[in-house]
């Protein structure tokens, strides 16, 4: 009640708040095609599922930003932060510090014309520094980082058995708020370590400021992500801890957030031709980073770095050669389940994207029985994993369901 009237495209779009810092709607260019609709309510099983007494009339986002990018006119789009960048690097003052997810350097090529999956990691680094950033580092070592946090976690629940289990992974943002709206009751399961963008953000923000002598104050950090839930992530309140160790109070770790699509447009508008920049290399000091990062950003990438990473911790020995690359965990399926032995004992592990699959493999382990059988579970919010994130360039992949 009072929904239809507060929301009067309800029928036909999703009814996203105007304050949404993930993506918006413009009514003017809606040819009430209701591809957005179908894409939340169906594919990620958000719309429909929530509850309005519970949220207030709230309507419930979790940011994934897959409305935007089924929308083919324009209608529903990221918010677009690039205006706050520019600022920043108009700034004398300031120091803007760039980082790149590693599903953006196999996206943005598209943008100009290269075929799908085109690896452009020097010229993306090019790019950023041709449009005036300071530094660009490589998100890969945040989720170097992660592994490191998620997979000592992991051993940690394995031999005490003080924790809850299976431990879900935490490293996908619009994961995380649907796990907080849907299923609240699981959040022991969640791993505790950010995601490999908040901790390289909160790296650069202490150990870097510290090292290469930038005030805190005047370093803004951006991240370049395939994903809208990154742009609602960095606005969390707790994700604070620049703040606490500066004791500066309204410091962030994380300033802003732009997407692949975002920065394709606006090198266009600056007229910078991408396919003739030179190859650039990473700033050093967060540059270097192991191949376990930069599988990241495909379904399942996640899973078998943590699986390297817990075998080598958990037997003391690497993980034997047969296993690397992990291919049960690798691919493009909704749902992938692999065992493995770490010397003597069988890990069962599960590697699910997309959220509407994510519900459904949740509620049927719920309801076998099965829950308990697992030991480590994967879930991306975008079907296919951060490659087909919210922000990406609008090539469809076929829908899993
Ligand atoms: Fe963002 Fe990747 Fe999660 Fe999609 S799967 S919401 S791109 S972190």
Redesign the pocket.
């Known amino acids: 009640e009072g929904f239809e009237s507060k929301y009067k495209f309800y029928d036909k779009r999703v009814p996203i708040a105007d304050d949404n810092p993930a993506v918006h709607f413009d009514e003017t260019k809606c040819k009430n095609c209701t591809l957005c609709r179908r894409a939340c309510e169906t594919t990620q099983t958000v719309l429909d599922y929530y509850s309005l007494e519970r949220t207030g009339d709230v309507p419930v986002c979790v940011?994934?930003?897959q409305c935007a990018n089924a929308c083919p006119f324009g209608a529903m789009m990221e918010v677009d932060d690039t205006n706050l960048v520019k600022a920043a690097i108009a700034d004398p003052d300031k120091v803007v510090v760039f980082q790149t997810a590693p599903?953006v350097r196999v996206a943005i090529a598209e943008e100009f014309g290269a075929e799908a999956g085109t690896f452009a990691q020097g010229k993306m680094i090019s790019a950023l520094r041709a449009l005036g950033g300071d530094y660009v580092f490589d998100t890969n070592f945040g989720a170097d980082m992660t592994i490191m946090e998620e997979t000592s976690e992991l051993v940690r629940r394995i031999t005490t058995g003080n924790f809850a289990m299976p431990q879900f992974t935490s490293?996908?943002?619009?994961?995380v708020e649907f796990a907080e709206t849907f299923y609240a009751e699981y959040i022991p399961h969640l791993s505790s370590a950010k995601?490999p963008i908040l901790m390289q953000n909160t790296t650069e923000k202490i150990w870097f400021a510290e090292k290469a002598g930038i005030d805190p104050k005047k370093m803004v950090t951006v991240c370049v992500?395939?994903?809208?839930?990154?742009k609602a992530e960095i606005k969390r309140k707790e994700l604070n801890a620049a703040a606490e160790y500066w004791h500066i109070d309204g410091l962030k770790d994380s300033d802003i957030c732009i997407t692949t699509r975002e920065l394709a447009r606006w090198l266009k508008a600056e007229n910078i031709d991408f396919n003739t920049l030179d190859d650039g290399i990473f700033d050093s000091h967060l540059g270097e980073a192991s191949g376990g990062g930069i599988i990241f950003g495909s379904?399942g990438g996640v899973m078998e770095s943590a699986l390297r990473s817990a075998y080598y911790f958990y037997t003391g020995k690497p993980m034997p050669a047969e296993y690397i690359p992990y291919e049960p965990v690798r691919g493009l399926d909704g749902v992938k389940e692999a065992t493995i032995d770490f010397s003597g004992i069988s890990l069962h592990v599960a590697v699910v994207?997309g959220l509407g699959n994510a519900r459904r493999f949740l509620d049927k382990i719920m309801a076998d029985g099965t829950f308990k059988d697992y030991t480590f579970i994967e879930f991306?919010?975008?079907q296919g994993?951060?490659i087909?994130?919210?922000?990406?360039p609008k090539v469809k992949m076929p829908l899993v369901q």
């Open positions: 940011h994934c930003g599903a490293c996908c943002p619009a994961w995601s992500t395939p994903c809208t839930a990154k379904t994207s991306m919010a975008c994993g951060c087909n994130g919210g922000g990406q």
